[in-house]
């Protein structure tokens, strides 16, 4: 059974900084793309960052480019995003989702999903 377990979410000022993790169990982790989606509400779910099997690919959403950093760990089978100058326009629920193989844009591309935490960033 394949669980996907984001934490680090919360409140934070204008601003600030967080960092999420995602620890995956179940699957071959080296084999999965892995990618950060968020949802605020009202809106559709959206395309963060996401990053290759091996780290090697990294694309990242317009909105975020430059304060945030999408990582891995192979051997600890943990994703992070690393998000700085936080602003208030960033609050939502942050999914992490795995994708067999290649990096997508596209959260209906991706095969598990995790449940969510939420940041809230204040003004």
């Known amino acids: 059974q394949v669980q996907l377990v984001e934490s680090g979410g919360g409140l934070v000022q204008a601003g600030g900084s967080l960092r999420l993790s995602c620890a995956a169990s179940g699957l071959i982790f080296s084999s999965y793309a892995m990618g950060w989606f968020r949802q605020a509400p009202g809106k559709e779910r959206e395309f963060v960052a996401t990053?290759?099997?091996?780290?090697?690919?990294?694309d990242n959403a317009d909105s975020v480019k430059g304060r945030f950093t999408i990582s891995r760990d192979n051997a600890k089978n943990t994703v992070y995003l690393q998000m700085n100058s936080l602003k208030p326009e960033d609050t939502a629920i942050y999914y992490c989702?795995?994708?067999?193989?290649?990096?997508?844009?596209?959260?209906?591309?991706?095969?598990?999903w995790g449940q969510g935490t939420q940041v809230t960033v204040s003004s």
């Open positions: 989702a795995a994708k067999f193989a290649t990096t997508s844009l596209a959260p209906r591309e991706y095969d598990y």
């Open positions: 990053i290759s099997s091996r780290g090697s690919i990294i």
